[in-house]
């Protein structure tokens, strides 16, 4: 983890720790934005599946605006 940390420190211009990291990923509050750089870092690629049961895609379909939100949050 200290090689990754250093690396990331480097790539990315900031003087974080391996406790620091450490903590995020025990606490579960390591941010997406970061994750993403730690893939970048280990030549990883994140893959999202989505996919609904018949009961979201019909809440979906009757609630045009909530469809719109997930298609946007999806395509950040």
């Given at each position: 983890m200290?090689?990754?940390v250093n690396a990331l420190n480097e790539k990315y211009n900031r003087d974080d720790s391996v406790q620091n990291?450490?903590?995020?990923l025990s606490r579960g509050?390591?941010?997406?934005?970061e994750v993403k750089e730690i893939a970048d870092i280990?030549?990883?690629?994140?893959d999202w599946?989505?996919?609904?049961n018949q009961f979201?895609?019909?809440?979906?379909?009757?609630?045009?605006?909530l469809l719109l939100k997930i298609l946007l949050f999806i395509s950040i």
């Open positions: 200290t090689d990754l990291l450490s903590n995020k509050t390591i941010k997406y934005k280990i030549g990883a690629k994140i599946n989505f996919s609904l979201a895609l019909a809440s979906l379909i009757t609630t045009p605006f």
